[in-house]
């Protein structure tokens, strides 16, 4: 399986990621190498990782799993015990987790004694898809996602797909609406591959996800225009995300789930303001039906997360600018939506 | 007085900076724009600010000062108020302070939103001739200094002489002594210039002392090389720093009163085992002496300052290395000394 070239780095797969990461390590001349895991990886993935590794880990270090452990004091006590450890400038640290644990190992390798070595190697397909490409790291603010961090690239990303046999099927389908994302802003066949052909765990598939992203990523590394097109589903899914996880009468959503009722969503407004055929559309919802329930919203919950977005507008000179799409593989930013085409999304997405 | 360029950024003093300032103000458009002061800068340098500003400030930020406050927690209180008064990515932060604090707000701005723009502003002698260069930001990890943080460099760096009046002489000496440094590692006629003539604090000298650690700094940007020279005196100046923060019995002395003291005792160990003559070494004693009283070290305070040399040691593959010099303005660095010189170069310095 072909490796993919980002900016500073590459993200291998499968035998060819043990064979760089092997490489790698004997190559420089590491002073302590420490391993950071959640109960999960621990236990799960550890093993695997412990198996294929050729020198010796001088330091597993361990982190409670979850979202609400995202945060600045979670850090404090790994750089402490980083410190304690005697880890140094010629230190390495190697993440094993989903996109918590890389996001946040990322950030504390990233500002130890400003700055030192660290690889991740995602288990969740959400992290091995998404995570894998940018070189953004970092923790919560309170409830904030994401407000501390920084953009800081690992010395490699090594995907395996083996990891993903620990991770129950919601879990995994979290990460399949990211892949279903790459295949709507970017790439028609790919969408119509993961749509019909199931089987959306094998390496090529990832792969071609990762070689997505990385490609919208290398045209716009800082942020300023076509990478936004990431954000496809997510204006519209991150609110709902909010919104389930604050009210305890709803089911929380994993990320994934989120994101795939915003895509249906913002596919209707792109089928209203850019034109996306009916036939498209509705593809589209029928793609993500096929794998994500239907989630119920009354009148209530879509005020209230209509609420949320206008929230966010605070963050953003005041705008909400949805990605929309003119076609399935080609997405347009900087679109503004008119309040009243909201509630007929929802009714579309619940009809 | 022309302005210093750096790698990405320049610094301006007195009236290029005012109009470098109000020139970039106008041309960005920052959504917010922040003030972080202490309770020093706040009273004495603030109005100073104010005047010549020509934009309107949204909030002023502050901290209070002292190394006992650059830790993490400390930033995660800046980093809530800018997430309370909607800062967001396109907003600035401008450091008005001592190092402490541009540390600090370096590394606040640094990691904000994965990072947002900030200006400098030192008011100390110290901050303006080194803290000013180089891209070093960052806090504290208990009594670890500068553990946590990044190397970024702010939008620009704004130096006006004007803000010395306020600091007391024990302060501005403290700069001084690193002025002093920049001499002996670099440049002799600057050495010379510095000791026959009194007047460091002239915008001329602030300016070479500026220029000569920026050339330093372009030439090893990550710290592989040269840039070690930076560090002459260091070695022994921070555990005599350390030393005497931590022992009740000893005066305080400010960083640069104890480096003043690790470049005379590092002067010996330069003409003990590189060839610095006697000449320069006497030179060089004098130079410091006559500026900074000298400290008395008894045999259980030079013990125990070793031992905190060794300790430091865990912290570089087991090694210490010391810059020395082969003559005033011609460093050398990665040198190793045998323990039994130490003793003598005290010895030398308290004679």
């Given amino acids: 399986m072909e490796s993919v070239k980002s900016q500073s780095y590459e993200v291998h797969i499968n035998e060819l990621a043990k064979a760089a990461l092997n490489q790698h390590v004997a190559q420089n001349k590491y002073s302590k190498i420490f391993l950071l895991v959640d109960e999960n990886t621990k236990l799960h993935c550890k093993p695997l990782f412990l198996d294929m590794f050729e020198s010796a880990i001088d330091a597993v270090l361990e982190i409670p799993s979850g979202e609400e452990h995202k945060h600045i004091h979670t850090c404090l006590q790994l750089w ?195 034109g996306l055929s009916r036939l498209a559309l509705d593809d589209i919802k029928k793609g993500f039906l096929a794998h994500f329930d239907r989630v119920d919203f009354n009148e209530e919950d879509i005020d209230a997360i209509l609420q949320l977005l206008k929230y966010d507008k605070k963050n953003s000179h005041g705008n909400v600018n949805f990605v929309l799409l003119q076609a399935i593989g080609t997405a347009v930013t900087d679109i503004k939506v008119p309040e009243e085409l909201f509630p007929k999304a929802f009714a579309y997405y619940e009809e």
Same sequence: chains 1, 2.
């Fill in 80 to 274: 402490e015990q980083l410190s304690r450890l005697d880890g140094d400038r010629k230190s390495l640290l190697i993440n094993l987790g989903g996109g918590v644990l890389t996001d946040m190992g990322g950030f504390v390798a990233s500002t130890f004694k400003r700055g030192i070595d660290f690889i991740n190697i995602p288990t969740t397909l959400l992290s091995m898809v998404d995570a894998s490409i940018g070189g953004k790291t970092g923790v919560d603010l309170g409830s904030l996602k994401n407000q501390i961090g920084v953009i800081n690239q690992p010395q490699m990303v090594l995907v395996f797909p083996e990891f993903l046999k620990t991770l129950d099927e919601r879990q995994t389908k979290s990460g399949y609406a990211e892949m279903l994302k790459h295949g709507l802003i970017q790439d028609k066949a790919y969408w119509n591959d993961l749509t019909e052909n199931q089987n959306f765990t094998d390496p090529a598939c990832i792969q071609k996800s990762i070689a997505i992203k990385n490609e919208v990523v290398l045209q716009d590394p800082t942020e300023q225009g076509l990478r936004k097109i990431l954000n496809f589903g997510h204006t519209l899914g991150h609110a709902i995300e909010s919104y389930c996880l604050d009210n305890p009468n709803k089911r929380t959503l994993l990320h994934g789930e989120a994101i795939a009722v915003g895509m249906i969503l913002e596919g209707y407004l792109s089928h209203e303001l850019r």
